[in-house]
């Protein structure tokens, strides 16, 4: 199993950027994706989830800001975050608690994360 993220890049205050998170390899079902945020020097937080119910859960932070999606067909997540703040600067790592076959306990993977840079 394997994630990517992807979408990360430099933007300005006040910008927005789409992150994404493909989900590829031997996977039988997702029971949650979730996107973390790692500022520097700080710890990895969480920012947004999703489960395959179409539940969501976002952080105090970004609540307002920012909208996780998912394409279940396509074991695909998405952040939309708009109205970027300096404090949004880090890495998004993308998460999911998935399992390889209908008998397998979930399991959880990471991917390698993307850099967001929040300029002035």
């Known amino acids: 199993v394997q994630l990517v993220e992807s979408g990360g890049g430099l933007v300005q205050i006040g910008g927005s950027l789409r992150l994404s998170c493909a989900a590829s390899g031997n996977i039988f079902s997702i029971r949650v994706m979730r996107w973390y945020h790692q500022a520097p020097g700080k710890q990895r937080e969480l920012v947004a989830a999703?489960?395959?119910?179409?539940?969501?859960s976002y952080a105090d932070s970004v609540k307002g800001r920012f909208t996780i999606s998912k394409d279940n067909a396509n074991n695909m997540m998405y952040l939309q975050m708009n109205s970027l703040k300096p404090e949004d600067a880090g890495v998004y790592y993308c998460?999911?608690?998935?399992?390889?076959?209908?008998?397998?306990?979930?399991?959880?993977?990471w991917g390698q994360g993307t850099r967001v840079t929040v300029s002035s």
């Open positions: 998460n999911a608690l998935l399992r390889s076959d209908p008998e397998g306990d979930y399991v959880a993977y």
């Open positions: 999703a489960t395959s119910g179409g539940d969501t």
